[in-house]
């Protein structure tokens, strides 16, 4: 108020007092002031809540994307499957990206694009066809050019979760389908792009519907009021709380562009209820309902969230399929009236079912062990608060077709062995790890017999006695001294006794608990005889088995005790996958890696984890070692893979069995992967099973399954192949019925050739023509 | 090509290992299969017709010497060019098609794949994204994990980009793989030497 006012009043209105006045100008100064402090603060609390809101998003976690390329091995279901987790619908005539048809072993699919690390990859049409598990040719569906390679956009396997249960799929202005933004106007708010934040117009129409109507039809809420009211979700409906959101509307529209309160909007709104789990935003609703992109949506599948703005339980698509079709037809009626849609895509699209997946995916990671890998491994590079609120896109080595062929592997097995053996079926507990060899990109795993209960991870946590699995680290530490090793030097296998640390005496036995004598190195690991490995490795020293153990890969501290020369150390089966990777990849130690790149949400490289590796032993040992699990799994411990896998496999593997049979170890490579699994029990009771009878059937039915890539080995530059006669472990003779062909660092193969056709013994391989003379 | 078996492997008789390779050579069939056949093509022999590709072929130790020794020029490596890789490409791949209507071999076509990486791989190199060729190289080591080439691409811009215990295992590693290849495992030498001249001068 003016002086001015004030003195007039004054001078007409005497009754007035001026220390009346003066009360009521105070209190008038206070309410304003009040209202003032009232209005900053809606206006602090509502711009907090938009600013922090907008960014508040979980890392989204990827699967590796399946490269297309003629040659590669996949089977027309397995590829219909991943087609199916991305999402892509099947229709006759695929029109848009993410469509495909698929006819017996043809398909037609219109790729999606999508940016990745190094390079986008643009929607293409695609012809592809398939015969015995491989892609035979891939073309340009409309042009009809060869296409050597198609990247399709990759699975989300799972989200980095805040402690708080909301989740959101980022969607900016961009990805907004301009259809949407019309609908969202001409059903909820016909002049948002005019008003002020409050539409007067709106309320007095839906006044007026109301009226006539006789209750409540129609809101007279802007978009903007809708907003405000989602961000502080309460249900009240009191004339106050409108009153605040009317005000908090016209700040917003002050502070914000239209835009930006649009795409606030549709990232914002509440779309549905996942257990927990609130289902905000036009993004996230798409994945929940569709399971698909928000741009990837057709027009009745838009229709329909926009439908379920007004009341997302009321019009829930999966509860009230009457009602919520209704009101879908309802805005597609709307879309045709205002000309956004013709008349036939009308038709068409009301005549469309629902088309909401059957069941709501869980917003439980469905691979949580993996999920976990990742989580710990990124950990090492951004906080949990980067992770679970900046939206960054994590690009993983997740092979969704090996995890699946390695779930089912396991949970059939385990429950076979479960129930045949004495144990209670309920507590055989498992895991398995595979990764591909050259790369040392960590392709699956599973940290339980229930792949999905994201409990305790025994994949990486389970550390356990790693029984014969040792084995291989005592006999490379041998080989690396070919004057002293060979495959085919003979060691002793007759019974010893051990001094342990303590003063006690030990006498390990073997597995069959016989002595076999003198037997060659390379019998004495394919049959993982303990007696001549204890002496094998006594010999070799024990600091110096520990330091080749760290070379491949081993970081845990390993105390230096004769016990762990049969596997008294305990380690991961994750443990166990690093040190056999580093033998199958030929000494070449690769850090096993979940994660190739991260992004921003926006798609900005933010970093890369390449592949790095590092030269830690000699190739020829490691070759030779390898090839004796060759032989472990032709003809040793490991035989049983051949019941499964065919014969012509080159398969290098090792048993692993811990005292009293409470541990069961496989671990084996063939081709371009390598897979390591493990049995056991939680509290380490005895599972009745060796590693042969146990694990190695889950190994085995896992290899069966995926793709191993077999190709030619190549043989290191130093080797050399010489005929042994496996008896004595000399130069095979005339005669010799058991002569093996062995692997040889250059001039370490025996000079003596074994004499088997006569009555024995040996001769110089200088005098064997000599002697055949006569 | 990732053979590298020697003759005197395949001579030996009764041995067990020539046994696990013949028979993985007869039967990892189509691979090998297709091996012989581009190896028969592009050497202009008349073998072709004893080898059907879609049969494991029987193959005697003879004919595996043979494939071996000759260094099989599956695709020409990527210094060239992008159009004559190109060219390269196109003339294997109706090569194929004359042999075998309909049905994609996989060594050749994976090889136009590789190519089509390794093209996007020194365009990335040419931009100045040393970090982005890696990650197409990577690519084509998903695809073709034991090609040697692969692994000496990959060290040369690792050294390029000062990463110098990288190159260094990067081409010790190609050069485990490259069996044959004298002339790439003399390249992949040079850079081991140049690291650890490099090395020797730090100290």
């Known amino acids: 108020m003016t002086r001015r006012s004030k003195r007039k009043r004054k001078k007409t209105r005497r009754i007035l007092s001026w220390s009346r006045l003066r009360w009521v100008l105070l209190a008038g100064v206070l309410l304003t002031a009040g209202f003032i402090a009232y209005v900053v603060y809606l206006d602090y609390s509502i711009r907090s809540q938009f600013e922090g809101k907008r960014w508040s998003i979980p890392a989204r976690v990827y699967a590796r994307p399946l490269e297309l390329y003629p040659g590669k091995q996949i089977s027309a279901d397995q590829f219909e499957n991943e087609l199916i987790v991305l999402a892509y619908r099947k229709t006759k005539k695929p029109k848009r990206a993410g469509h495909y048809w698929r006819d017996g072993q043809h398909f037609y699919v219109i790729t999606r694009d999508f940016i990745f690390w190094d390079s986008p990859e643009a929607s293409t049409p695609i012809r592809l066809s398939i015969r015995d598990n491989y892609v035979v040719t891939m073309d340009h569906a409309t042009n009809g050019e060869f296409l050597p390679l198609v990247r399709m956009d990759p699975a989300t396997i799972g989200r980095i979760w805040p402690s708080h249960t909301e989740d959101r799929v980022l969607v900016q202005v961009d990805d907004i389908p301009p259809l949407l933004t019309q609908a969202l106007i001409l059903v909820e708010d016909r002049h948002f792009f005019s008003h002020k934040g409050i539409s007067l117009r709106s309320i007095l129409r839906a006044f007026l519907a109301n009226l006539r109507a006789g209750g409540t039809v129609q809101g007279g809420s802007t978009l903007t009021q809708q907003l405000v009211k989602n961000f502080f979700l309460s249900n009240e409906r009191t004339l106050w709380r409108k009153f605040n959101e009317a005000i908090m509307a016209l700040l917003l529209e002050y502070h914000y562009e239209k835009q930006e309160i649009l795409e606030a909007y549709i990232n914002e709104i509440y779309l549905g209820q996942d257990g927990r789990r609130a289902i905000h935003g036009f993004g996230l609703a798409s994945q929940f309902y569709f399971d698909k992109p928000l741009k990837n949506l057709d027009i009745q599948e838009v229709a329909l969230l926009v439908a379920m703005v007004k009341g997302a339980s009321y019009y829930s698509p999966r509860r009230y399929v009457k009602r919520a079709m209704d009101r879908r037809n309802l805005v597609i009626e709307i879309l045709k009236e205002q000309g956004e849609i013709s008349e036939n895509e009308a038709l068409s699209a009301k005549a469309s079912g629902l088309g909401v997946t059957q069941r709501a995916k869980s917003g439980v990671t469905s691979y949580p062990a993996f999920m976990d890998l990742v989580r710990r491994q990124l950990q090492r590079d951004y906080r949990e608060q980067d992770l679970n609120s900046e939206g960054l896109q994590i690009f993983t080595t997740f092979d969704p077709i090996v995890q699946t062929e390695s779930e089912k592997a396991l949970i059939k097995r385990v429950d076979q062995l479960g129930k045949s053996r004495d144990t209670e079926a309920s507590k055989l507990q498992a895991a398995s790890v595979v990764v591909s060899i050259e790369s040392g990109e960590v392709l699956s795993m599973i940290g339980g017999r229930n792949p999905r209960f994201a409990g305790f991870n025994r994949a990486l946590d389970a550390v356990r006695p790693i029984g014969s699995l040792v084995k291989p680290a005592v006999y490379l530490t041998a080989l690396s001294r070919p004057e002293q090793y060979t495959l085919a030097s003979l060691i002793d296998d007759s019974p010893l006794t051990l001094k342990l640390e303590n003063g006690d005496e030990w006498m390990p036995e073997n597995f069959d608990k016989q002595s076999h004598g003198l037997v060659p190195l390379y019998q004495a690991l394919a049959n993982s005889y303990n007696l001549s490995t204890a002496r094998l490795g006594m010999d070799v020293g024990l600091p110096e088995i520990i330091k080749t153990f760290k070379r491949l890969g081993v970081e845990r501290e390993v105390k230096p005790y004769p016990s762990m020369l049969l596997g008294a150390v305990a380690l991961s089966p994750w443990e166990i996958a690093q040190v056999y990777h580093t033998l199958a990849a030929g000494g070449f130690r690769t850090p096993l890696r979940a994660i190739t790149a991260v992004l921003t949400a926006k798609g900005e490289p933010l970093q890369r984890y390449p592949l790095s590796i590092q030269q830690v032993l000699d190739t020829s040992p490691v070759y030779l070692v390898n090839y004796a699990m060759r032989i472990a799994a032709r003809n040793g411990t490991g035989r049983a893979v051949y019941n499964v896998l065919p014969q012509q496999w080159v398969i290098a593997s090792k048993t692993g069995t811990s005292n009293d049979l409470r541990d069961s170890w496989f671990a084996g490579f063939a081709g371009d992967k390598l897979g390591v699994v493990w049995l056991g029990m939680d509290n380490n009771e005895p599972t009745g099973l060796t590693g042969a009878s146990g694990a190695l059937r889950v190994w085995a039915d896992t290899f069966n399954n995926i793709d191993v890539a077999l190709s030619l080995e190549s043989v290191p530059q130093n080797i050399e192949m010489i005929d042994i006669d496996a008896l004595t472990g000399l130069r095979g003779g005339f005669g010799c019925t058991e002569n093996i062909e062995l692997p040889f660092i250059i001039g370490s193969a025996p000079d003596d050739v074994s004499r088997c056709s006569g009555s024995g013994g040996t001769m110089k391989k200088g005098f064997n023509w000599f002697k055949e003379l006569f | ?203």
């Not at chain 2, 492997?9 to 581009?38: E, H, P």
């Not at chain 2, 050497?43 to 080898?51: F, R």
């Not at chain 2, 994609?104 to 076509?109: A, G, L, R, Y």
């Not at chain 2, 034991?146 to 390029?160: G, P, S």
């Open chain 2, 1 to 203: 090509m990732k053979a590298s078996v020697r003759s005197s492997n395949l001579n030996a008789q009764g041995g067990l290992m020539s046994l696990f390779v013949a028979v993985r050579l007869a039967v990892n069939d189509i691979k090998t299969g297709y091996l012989f056949l581009i190896v028969a093509v592009l050497a202009g022999c008349a073998t072709t017709s004893e080898m059907p590709p879609m049969q494991a072929p029987v193959i005697t130790s003879a004919k595996i010497d043979d494939a071996i020794r000759r260094p099989v020029p599956v695709y020409e490596f990527p210094e060239r060019d992008a159009e004559a890789e190109q060219d390269a490409g196109q003339g294997e791949a109706q090569g194929i098609e004359l042999q075998s209507p309909g049905y994609s071999n996989n060594s050749t076509s994976t090889s136009r794949t590789v190519l089509a990486l390794l093209d996007q791989a020194s365009k990335q190199e040419n931009m100045g994204r040393p970090e982005r060729a890696a990650a197409a190289l990577e690519r084509a080591l998903r695809i073709e994990p034991k090609n040697a080439r692969l692994w000496h691409r990959l060290a040369v811009i690792r050294f390029e980009q000062g990463q110098y215990v990288q190159a260094e295992s990067l081409a010790a590693k190609s050069s485990a793989l490259a069996a044959g290849d004298w002339h790439l495992k003399q390249k992949n030498s040079e850079i081991i030497q140049q690291v650890q001249q490099r090395r020797a001068y730090l100290r």
